[in-house]
């Protein structure tokens, strides 16, 4: 028989998958300038405990993937955290900045990497963060408004700061206002 | 057959350059892409956004002797809103059958079943087996509800062949959606044109041409998971039930039963993805018919809309 007609398409495909497409908005430190302008921003990384993991995950009902925070302590007081979530084919990596008391700042998409769902990068969309506070578990069409078109990057955004709103009340003790 | 083989060889030479040359141009995207072979998800198109799709199916083995079935769809597909999307395709399929029956005669495959056929000589054919509309509605999504749930209607018309399927989809997902289940639940209603075999006994339903009715009731499913980026790959299960009648209510219409399993391989590039499937027939099968019409071999149906192996590409682009 013609095997040709079968994996023809296949090795064309091969041949034709480059490298995945990748548009980078902002470095981690211009992400840093913008949440909290004219601070000096001080590592302060932490590794999870299985514990400490397994009581993120109770509280926010999302998967912990990498034990591995990347935080830094604001000099003007606040934190900002570097993380990435699950993409249609790719990560997503954003920041969150949290202030004082653990209430989001802001959202920053860093780099997305996906052909199509990149409205997440609408400031409007990501507004709706701001204000969230340690410990709160954030649901998409009711916390969260979805962008059209862009489900699964809105939900894993979503979850995302809810992970990593769980994450700064289980390493700082801090619980919802 | 080889003025045929180097005819499509060019086109789809032509279309994979083509195609190639449109890829390095940087256009927007969107992803609506099949994890699965044979098992639908309820991820759709977004408003005003187009695929096309070109799926490639072999179906090869049977019981005796040489057998293979080349299926081909050509699709577009476009998102008239964020949850409906309609389809149209063009269906063909090329064959070649030679005493590949239980009893050791030449049996087409069911698409090529209507025309009267030599059981004791080879079987070579082509045809445009017909054009389909498909629609899906989604109810729910998995990303927004605990479980998504959407509805698929297609109709198809072809010379000789009326076909109705039907689809309950449902898709769940694990893992932050890295994870994902999906199950079909699929009825086809067909009347297919059959031409009178004078040979047949006088009287008997085979002597004149009649339309014939048949009912698939499929159940589909598959879990996948994606182990890397842009990667997936799963399971893939798929139970084919076939009725003489469109009352596949009724047991005493019962035909035939297999159950086919493998894995499904997908990935996901910038503009395309490929999904890749193959299945094998299980000794599961069941021959309903009374008097039983030896179909079975091994414990698995070669009735004429079965075989042992049959995979399945899928390959599409998006903009």
């Known amino acids: 028989m013609n095997y040709r007609l079968v994996f023809m398409p296949v090795a064309s495909l091969a041949i034709l998958a480059g490298p995945a497409y990748s548009k980078v908005y902002l470095s981690v430190e211009q992400a840093q300038a913008i949440l909290f302008p004219g601070a000096t921003m001080k590592p302060a990384f932490q590794t999870l405990t299985r514990d400490q993991a397994k009581a993120i995950e109770k509280r926010s009902g999302v998967d912990v993937r990498s034990n591995n925070v990347k935080i830094w302590r604001a000099s003007t007081g606040g934190y900002f955290i570097a993380d990435e979530v699950v993409g249609k084919h790719e990560f997503i990596p954003f920041a969150l900045a949290l202030d004082e008391q653990g209430n989001v700042k802001g959202v920053e998409v860093l780099e997305y990497r996906e052909a199509y769902g990149g409205q997440i990068r609408d400031p409007q969309w990501r507004k709706q963060f701001v204000g969230k506070k340690p410990g709160e578990r954030l649901r998409l069409g009711k916390d969260i408004q979805n962008v059209s078109g862009a489900t699964l990057s809105c939900r894993h955004i979503t979850d995302g700061v809810t992970r990593l709103l769980a994450t700064y009340e289980v390493l700082f003790g801090h619980s919802r206002g | ?319």
Not at chain 2, 39 to 51: I, S, W
Not at chain 2, 243 to 259: G, K, P, V
Not at chain 2, 287 to 305: E, I, M, Q, W
């Open chain 2, 1 to 319: 057959m080889d003025a045929y083989r180097l005819g499509v060889s060019r086109t789809a030479w032509a279309v994979v350059s083509a195609v190639a040359l449109w890829m390095l141009t940087p256009v927007p995207a969107c992803a609506d892409e099949p994890l699965f072979g044979y098992t639908y998800t309820t991820d759709l198109l977004p408003k005003g956004k187009f695929e096309v799709e070109q799926w490639s199916t072999t179906r090869f083995t049977k019981a005796h002797g040489s057998f293979w079935l080349q299926e081909g769809r050509s699709e577009v597909e476009y998102g008239l809103t964020d949850r409906l999307q309609v389809s149209l395709y063009a269906n063909y399929a090329f064959t070649h059958a030679n005493h590949n029956a239980v009893d050791g005669t030449t049996t087409p495959p069911e698409t090529f079943a209507g025309p009267l056929f030599n059981p004791n000589a080879a079987f070579d054919g082509k045809k445009y087996v017909g054009t389909s509309l498909e629609a899906i509605y989604r109810l729910t999504s998995p990303y927004e509800h605990p479980l998504g749930v959407a509805l698929y209607f297609e109709p198809t018309i072809g010379q000789g062949l009326r076909e109705y399927e039907s689809k309950l989809i449902l898709q769940k997902n694990f893992r932050d959606d890295r994870l994902v289940l999906g199950f079909n639940a699929t009825v086809a209603q067909e009347r297919r044109w059959l031409e009178g075999d004078s040979t047949a006994g006088s009287g008997s339903a085979g002597s004149v041409s009649h339309w014939d009715h048949e009912t698939d009731i499929n159940l589909s499913g598959g879990a996948t998971y994606r182990f890397a980026r842009s990667w997936s790959a799963g399971l893939e299960f798929m139970n084919e039930r076939e009725f003489s009648s469109f009352a596949f209510w009724n047991s005493d219409d019962a035909t035939n039963s297999a159950y086919d399993v493998g894995p499904v391989v997908h990935y996901g590039g910038r503009h395309f993805f490929v999904t890749v499937t193959a299945l094998k027939q299980l000794p599961w099968a069941s021959d309903f018919t009374k008097p039983p019409s030896n179909v079975l071999l091994g414990g698995r149906t070669y009735a004429d809309d079965f075989e042992r192996y049959r995979a399945r590409v899928r390959f599409g682009w998006y903009w």
